[in-house]
């Protein structure tokens, strides 16, 4: 068309001319958009048909997410150890053993005034303690502590701390140095040197090496060590006397059986 209009051409002459022409591209043009319109209403469809589709994908993606969280958490609570009934397992074993092995309490030695014993048994009255009181025993006794009172006991005593009172037993050692009471024995007595006895003995034997001031009465021999002061009668039936004792009393052997008259009658 510029081509024309360049050119001194009368335009009616040429749509007279040309008018069929381009009233058939006019046409071809106008169906050509048709086509084009109608294809475009094709494919807005298919999109809005898509998307649907991908709306309908959504849920889908987040149900499988939702079902492995699911997978996940169970599977979790499975693995997990329950550590309480463990303990409490624990615990129970724990106790059966302690029930079926009981374990046995040590006794603590009694240290008493009064007790029942075997013969073989000693109590010991420990050093640095006093007993207020008389004591008795049906076993043997060692005093290393301090007894203000009387002792009776049917097995030994052994005395090398401090008694104040009687003392009677089958048999008695006097290691100490002092003793206030009367010894009273069914068997030996004896009298450690560097120990004073104040009181009267009695037994069926005895052996003095330290100072004694009452009466000895023994039914049977009584040696006097050189190391002995005696300040009282004795009687016995035997009566040694070593070189260096004291003896300030009336000596006499009133259980040796000899009728002493019998030697000095004028027959």
Same mark, same amino acid.
């Given at each position: 068309?510029?081509?024309?209009?360049?050119?001194?051409?009368?335009?009616?002459?040429?749509?007279?001319?040309?008018?069929?022409?381009?009233?058939?591209?006019?046409?071809?043009?106008?169906?050509?958009?048709?086509?084009?319109?109608?294809?475009?209403?094709?494919?807005?469809?298919?999109?809005?048909?898509?998307?649907?589709?991908?709306?309908? @994908? *959504? $849920?889908?993606?987040?149900?499988?997410? &939702?079902? =492995? +969280?699911?997978? /996940? !958490? %169970?599977?979790? #609570?499975? @693995? *997990? $150890?329950?550590?309480?009934?463990?303990? &409490?397992? =624990? +615990?129970?074993? /724990? !106790? %059966?053993?302690? #029930?079926?092995?009981?374990?046995?309490?040590?006794?603590?030695?009694?240290?008493?005034?009064?007790?029942?014993?075997?013969?073989?048994?000693?109590?010991?009255?420990?050093?640095?303690?006093?007993?207020?009181?008389?004591?008795?025993?049906?076993?043997?006794?060692?005093?290393?502590?301090?007894?203000?009172?009387?002792?009776?006991?049917?097995?030994?005593?052994?005395?090398?701390?401090?008694?104040?009172?009687?003392?009677?037993?089958?048999?008695?050692?006097?290691?100490?140095?002092?003793?206030?009471?009367?010894?009273?024995?069914?068997?030996?007595?004896?009298?450690?040197?560097?120990?004073?006895?104040?009181?009267?003995?009695?037994?069926?034997?005895?052996?003095?090496?330290?100072?004694?001031?009452?009466?000895?009465?023994?039914?049977?021999?009584?040696?006097?060590?050189?190391?002995?002061?005696?300040?009282?009668?004795?009687?016995?039936?035997?009566?040694?006397?070593?070189?260096?004792?004291?003896?300030?009393?009336?000596?006499?052997?009133?259980?040796?059986?000899?009728?002493?008259?019998?030697?000095?009658?004028?027959?």
């Amino acid at each position: 068309m510029s081509e024309f209009e360049d050119a001194n051409v009368d335009k009616d002459i040429l749509s007279q001319i040309f008018g069929d022409d381009l009233a058939d591209d006019t046409k071809a043009e106008k169906a050509d958009d048709s086509l084009f319109a109608d294809s475009a209403a094709e494919e807005e469809p298919a999109e809005e048909t898509a998307a649907p589709e991908s709306a309908a @994908e *959504e $849920p889908a993606e987040q149900q499988e997410e &939702l079902s =492995v +969280e699911d997978i /996940l !958490k %169970a599977a979790r #609570e499975e @693995e *997990e $150890p329950e550590p309480v009934d463990e303990e &409490l397992s =624990v +615990e129970d074993i /724990l !106790k %059966a053993a302690k #029930e079926e092995t009981p374990v046995e309490e040590s006794q603590p030695e009694v240290r008493a005034a009064q007790i029942d014993t075997d013969d073989d048994d000693v109590t010991v009255i420990t050093k640095g303690t006093t007993i207020n009181g008389g004591i008795s025993s049906e076993g043997s006794l060692e005093v290393m502590g301090t007894i203000n009172g009387d002792v009776d006991c049917l097995g030994r005593v052994s005395v090398y701390g401090t008694i104040s009172g009687n003392v009677s037993a089958s048999d008695v050692l006097v290691q100490t140095k002092r003793l206030e009471g009367n010894i009273k024995s069914e068997g030996a007595v004896e009298i450690s040197g560097g120990t004073v006895v104040i009181g009267d003995i009695e037994g069926t034997s005895a052996t003095v090496a330290g100072a004694v001031k009452g009466n000895i009465d023994v039914n049977g021999p009584v040696i006097v060590d050189s190391t002995a002061i005696v300040q009282g009668s004795i009687k016995a039936k035997s009566i040694q006397v070593n070189t260096g004792a004291v003896v300030d009393g009336y000596c006499s052997l009133n259980y040796a059986g000899v009728n002493l008259d019998e030697f000095f009658e004028d027959k």
